[in-house]
């Protein structure tokens, strides 16, 4: 009794090694760089064949239409002097066309009505030549020399016949030359060919194979691994750009989440373990009932703060996620913005700050509304929350270039320049932002929500101070 072993999910085998039936290697035309290949070697062998046909057509094709056309000028002409003279006056525009150097390949052979000949440079009526009115090519006998002939025989009105033709031994020699040159090309052509299909073999496994080794090596957790670039600028470096671009950000993300663990871990060990004190303190020290609620109240204000972490990272994952873009509308955020104005220049009335603000219509864009204004209300918060007593916060927004730009700018202490490529992270909370109540989370949103609407935020010193501008390509 035999038994099966157990396959172990998530065993597989290398694509490298993969097998197919019994053990055999995949079939060639599995291979996408052999049909690659071969589709290439069919496109050269088609136009050579095309080349070819279009050489023999233009060579021989038209020697022998010269020829054809010589031929039935010389009946028309000898037909025309039967029609005149009688036989006699064919009989001597024959001698007469014989004793010119230049036709010395031209044919002639003229019969009477009885079979006699009459006149002609050939020793009988060629055999086979049965048909008056065709075209034949048949050999011929001239003086006791042999040669092959172009021949059309008429019969003449009153009685005759007449053969018409051409040696066309030179044009038959050109025919062999030019086919024996067809046969070699045709051979080097199916070298070129095949050797060309080679090469793109060997290119496109190359390509693909820096592709596959690489993404083998991701899968295997090695995130640093690039695919190779030639620098030539072709397709494949283009390829090889976007692989990498996708990588760069796969490892970005990774990074982010390991980031976002890590945070999540430390920033919120606290509130739990304060939450967690606090119960532990009253279950064994209340003696009222006013006392136990006490440290309820408390204990539920510092999970309502976790709470509020977990929602802001839902959303700015669900802002990533693209699904909002669905909900898209073309707006404009002018009033939106006054509306923002109004509010928070009576919060920061109350703080002793001044909001100076600066909105030019029209500020139309393809976006969410919603979206659009936690976003700046996320930068005016963090205005107000740095900014002391007796500064300046500033809202401007504009359209500038065909893109509506938002600018908050405060007089606090800004962020280090060495910080402000993390400040956009979860969880990231620069040395000056320790002591200040907040999950970092902020300005990861703002972030979130420009890139989902195709634009960016950008984060510059206000010599006091942070400057915060969100880029948004403008809908007109």
């Avoid at 390509?207 to 620098?231: C, F, H, K």
């Avoid at 989440?257 to 890590?262: G, I, Y």
Wanted: hydrophobic fraction near 45%; aromatic fraction near 4%.
């Amino acid at each position: 009794m035999s038994v099966t072993p157990p396959r172990l999910p998530g065993l597989l085998v290398p694509p490298r090694k993969r097998l197919g039936v019994r053990g055999c290697p995949r079939p060639l035309l599995r291979s996408a760089g052999i049909r690659f290949a071969l589709l290439y070697a069919a496109l050269f062998g088609a136009s050579a064949f095309l080349l070819a046909i279009s050489l023999w057509y233009s060579t021989v094709g038209l020697l022998q239409r010269q020829v054809e056309e010589a031929i039935r000028n010389d009946v028309t002409a000898l037909v025309e002097h039967q029609q005149l003279g009688g036989l006699n006056s064919v009989a001597e525009a024959i001698r007469a066309r014989l004793s010119q150097p230049a036709d010395a390949g031209a044919i002639y052979l003229l019969h009477d009505p009885s079979g006699n000949r009459i006149i002609g440079n050939l020793d009988q009526w060629p055999r086979g030549l049965n048909r008056m009115d065709s075209w034949y090519e048949l050999p011929v006998s001239q003086a006791g020399r042999n040669s092959q002939a172009l021949l059309r025989a008429v019969a003449l009105p009153g009685g005759g016949k007449l053969l018409v033709g051409r040696d066309v031994r030179a044009r038959a020699q050109l025919r062999r030359v030019l086919r024996n040159g067809l046969i070699w090309a045709a051979c080097l052509m199916v070298l070129l060919g095949v050797a060309g299909a080679l090469l793109v073999r060997s290119l496109f496994r190359r390509m693909v194979g820096n592709i596959a080794t690489t993404t083998r090596a991701i899968a295997r957790g090695d995130l640093s691994r690039r695919v190779p670039q030639t620098g030539v600028g072709d397709e494949f470096d283009e390829l090889a750009g976007i692989v990498n671009d996708m990588l760069e950000r796969i490892s970005r993300l990774m990074d982010g989440v390991r980031q976002v663990s890590n945070a999540i871990a430390h920033d919120l060990r606290t509130p739990v373990a304060r939450a967690r004190a606090r119960l532990e303190d009253a279950a064994l020290h209340a003696k009222t009932a006013e006392e136990m609620h006490s440290a309820i109240e408390r204990a539920m204000l510092d999970l309502d703060g976790i709470v509020g972490v977990f929602e802001a990272l839902l959303r700015i994952a669900e802002i990533e996620a693209g699904s909002r873009r669905a909900a898209f509308a073309a707006i404009d955020l002018t009033q939106t913005l006054r509306d923002m104005d109004e509010l928070y220049h009576v919060v920061a009335e109350e703080r002793g700050l001044t909001l100076e603000t600066a909105i030019t219509p029209p500020l139309r864009v393809l976006g969410d509304r919603e979206l659009l204004q936690q976003a700046v209300a996320n930068l005016l918060d963090n205005a107000l929350k740095f900014s002391e007593a007796g500064t300046k916060i500033g809202l401007t927004a504009k359209l500038e270039e065909s893109v509506v730009e938002i600018t908050v700018s405060d007089r606090g202490p800004g962020i280090a320049e060495q910080d402000r490529t993390r400040a956009t992270e979860r969880f990231f909370r620069a040395e000056t932002a320790r002591s200040t109540a907040g999950s970092g989370l902020g300005l990861a949103l703002v972030a979130a929500v420009a890139q989902l609407h195709n634009g960016t935020l950008q984060l510059t010193d206000n010599n006091p101070g942070l400057r915060a501008v969100i880029s948004i390509p403008a809908r007109f």
